[in-house]
C-alpha cells in the first residue's frame, strides 16, 4: 500500500519520514520514488524548521570554529586573510566589531556564510565596544 504523504505534523510522522527518504535515498530524478524522495525532504525541511529552529552563530563564533577546523591560529588567520595581528586578536577577542574588510576577508578565504558575518550586531547584540566602555547597558 502506497503512502499518500501530508504535512508532518508529530515526531512520529517525521520519523516515519526520514526512515522512508533513507530507504528511498538512490531513487532516480522523474521516477515516482525520485518524486517521494522530493516531496519527503520538503515536508522533513519545513517540520523541522518549525520544530528545531537555530540561531545563525556571531561573527567571532563562525570564525573561531572554522579556526579550529583547520587547526589554526590568530597569527596563521592575519597571515592568510592579511588583516593586521592586532586586529584580528581584538577582533577575536571581542575589543572590536567586524569591518566589512575583514567580513570580506573572512568569507573569501574561509568560505564562512556573509550572512553570519555581517549579521547586523543590534539585531542580536549591543556593539560589543559600547559595551566593555559600559556607556551603555546591555538590555
Not at 533513507?22 to 524522495?37: F, H, K, N, V, Y
Not at 519545513?46 to 563564533?61: L, M, T, V
Amino acid at each position: 500500500m502506497k503512502t499518500i504523504w501530508t504535512v508532518i505534523k508529530t515526531e512520529e510522522e517525521n520519523e516515519r519520514a526520514i526512515k522512508r527518504s533513507r530507504e528511498i535515498s538512490q531513487a532516480e530524478p522523474e521516477t515516482e520514488e525520485g518524486d517521494e524522495l522530493e516531496l519527503l525532504a520538503l515536508l522533513i525541511e519545513n517540520f523541522e524548521k518549525e520544530h528545531y529552529p537555530f540561531d545563525e552563530p556571531d561573527p567571532i563564533a563562525a570564525v573561531k570554529y572554522r579556526m579550529e577546523q583547520l587547526d589554526i591560529n590568530q597569527a596563521e588567520l592575519s597571515r592568510i586573510t592579511g588583516i593586521n595581528k592586532s586586529r584580528v586578536s581584538e577582533f577575536i577577542n571581542g575589543n572590536r566589531d567586524i569591518s566589512f574588510g575583514m567580513a570580506k576577508a573572512f568569507h573569501n578565504k574561509f568560505n564562512i556564510p556573509a550572512k553570519v558575518l555581517l549579521t547586523d550586531s543590534s539585531e542580536k547584540q549591543i556593539s560589543i565596544k559600547a559595551v566593555k566602555q559600559k556607556s551603555i547597558k546591555p538590555t
